[in-house]
């Protein structure tokens, strides 16, 4: 039995449960978690140690017991999760309803504030477009994208949906799907299956290392250039910079990447226009075109795709032109 009492307090949830005969044995917070997985672990067991969560009407802890038939009451409490100062920083969205919001994260917005980041962050225009999220773990992000790396994040907007999400990327079911101009010209596409760590030596970097955390990303050619490649990247694994160091591992590194991207590469015999593009693209060309969930509520696949940036788009333009004017020896072809 599952009854949801919002009462006066609308900003309190009231769920009474009888424990069911499967249940019987576990923890507490096991049971609970059981019950209403659309809560996480960690924020039941702090419901329970507050005393919002009762067994027959008295408090117990997160390791006692329960029994088959014994009433179970939480009080579903919101309380403030993050204390960053909302901004009115512009939002591009491409979705949102009561449970998720997605958007296309724009150049050089850092995520989450941090030492150097205070403020100015895509968190702190969250807290903004909708002040709830001070409620949801950081404020409902559930993944990120580097400062510099552009496109689709999805963005819980409640409890539950935040939960739910979590869950779907611990389990690797949410799609997401991205672009990159990479230095070199690709035959086909493959698989990079190595594990990724801190760098050994250089803290800021990461790098594949072999006691390091598992890493998938897969990748096929999308379009070939004289000099460039523009692949399309799937992640089975979201590890820090991923698809850059996984890139750079098989010795195709992401165009103007500062860290992984190494020297500057320029086809034999380039425009101006292009090695205007090449030499001012100073980012990693990497944009996270598109992302496929489940919706937390309505239990329907939600795919939707975030348009590249300006910046990226002129490039891969200058990229084709000069493949289009060009032979593969450089040669500038003559038009008739």
Same mark, same amino acid.
């Given at each position: 039995?599952?009854?949801?009492?919002?009462?006066?307090?609308?900003?309190?949830?009231?769920?009474?449960?009888?424990?069911?005969?499967?249940?019987?044995? @576990?923890?507490? *917070?096991? +049971?609970?978690?059981?019950?209403?997985?659309? /809560?996480?672990?960690?924020? @039941?067991?702090?419901?329970?140690?507050?005393?919002?969560?009762?067994?027959?009407?008295?408090?117990?802890?997160?390791?006692?017991?329960?029994?088959?038939?014994?009433?179970?009451?939480?009080?579903?409490?919101?309380? #403030?999760?993050?204390? $960053?100062?909302?901004?009115?920083?512009?939002?591009?969205?491409?979705?949102?309803?009561?449970?998720?919001?997605?958007?296309?994260?724009?150049?050089?917005? &850092?995520?989450?504030?941090?030492?150097?980041?205070?403020?100015?962050?895509?968190?702190?225009?969250? @807290?903004?477009? *909708?002040?709830?999220?001070?409620?949801?773990?950081? +404020?409902?992000? !559930?993944?990120? @994208?580097?400062?510099?790396?552009?496109? +689709?994040?999805?963005?819980?907007?409640?409890?539950?949906?935040?939960?739910?999400?979590?869950?779907?990327?611990?389990?690797?079911? &949410?799609?997401?799907?991205?672009?990159?101009?990479?230095?070199?010209?690709?035959?086909?596409?493959?698989? !990079? *299956? +190595?594990?990724?760590?801190?760098?050994?030596?250089?803290?800021?970097?990461?790098? !594949?290392?072999?006691?390091?955390?598992?890493? !998938?990303?897969?990748?096929?050619?999308?379009?070939?250039?004289?000099?460039?490649?523009?692949?399309?990247?799937?992640?089975?694994?979201?590890?820090?910079?991923?698809?850059?160091?996984?890139?750079?591992?098989? #010795?195709?590194?992401?165009?103007?990447?500062?860290? /992984?991207?190494?020297?500057?590469?320029?086809?034999?015999?380039?425009?101006?226009?292009?090695?205007?593009?090449?030499?001012?693209?100073? #980012?990693?060309?990497?944009? $996270?075109?598109?992302?496929?969930? &489940?919706?937390?509520?309505?239990?329907?696949?939600?795919?939707?795709?975030?348009?590249?940036?300006?910046?990226?788009?002129?490039?891969?333009?200058?990229?084709?032109?000069?493949?289009?004017?060009?032979?593969?020896?450089?040669?500038?072809?003559?038009?008739?």
């Amino acid at each position: 039995m599952h009854d949801i009492d919002e009462g006066a307090d609308e900003a309190l949830e009231l769920h009474r449960f009888e424990v069911p005969p499967e249940a019987a044995g @576990l923890r507490f *917070d096991q +049971a609970l978690a059981q019950l209403l997985p659309e /809560y996480s672990r960690s924020r @039941l067991t702090e419901w329970i140690k507050a005393g919002e969560a009762t067994l027959d009407g008295a408090p117990a802890r997160p390791r006692d017991p329960v029994r088959a038939g014994q009433q179970i009451d939480l009080r579903a409490r919101p309380t #403030r999760e993050v204390e $960053a100062e909302a901004q009115d920083i512009p939002l591009d969205i491409l979705y949102a309803d009561e449970d998720v919001l997605v958007i296309n994260k724009g150049v050089g917005l &850092v995520v989450h504030p941090g030492a150097g980041n205070p403020s100015g962050t895509l968190m702190n225009a969250l @807290l903004h477009f *909708d002040p709830k999220l001070a409620e949801v773990p950081r +404020a409902g992000l !559930v993944h990120r @994208l580097d400062k510099e790396t552009t496109g +689709a994040m999805v963005i819980a907007r409640s409890l539950q949906a935040h939960a739910a999400l979590v869950e779907q990327l611990s389990e690797r079911d &949410v799609h997401r799907q991205y672009i990159a101009v990479v230095n070199g010209v690709l035959v086909a596409g493959g698989t !990079v *299956d +190595a594990p990724i760590a801190r760098h050994p030596r250089d803290r800021i970097r990461m790098a !594949v290392v072999e006691n390091g955390r598992p890493a !998938v990303t897969h990748y096929r050619v999308r379009e070939r250039y004289r000099g460039h490649t523009l692949v399309e990247c799937r992640l089975e694994t979201g590890r820090t910079h991923q698809i850059r160091v996984h890139m750079a591992h098989v #010795r195709h590194a992401i165009v103007g990447d500062p860290l /992984y991207g190494g020297s500057l590469k320029l086809p034999k015999g380039a425009s101006e226009a292009l090695v205007a593009q090449l030499r001012g693209f100073r #980012r990693q060309a990497l944009h $996270a075109e598109r992302l496929e969930f &489940v919706h937390p509520r309505s239990g329907q696949s939600v795919a939707l795709s975030a348009p590249p940036p300006p910046d990226l788009t002129a490039l891969i333009e200058a990229l084709r032109a000069d493949a289009a004017e060009l032979d593969p020896l450089g040669s500038r072809r003559v038009r008739r």
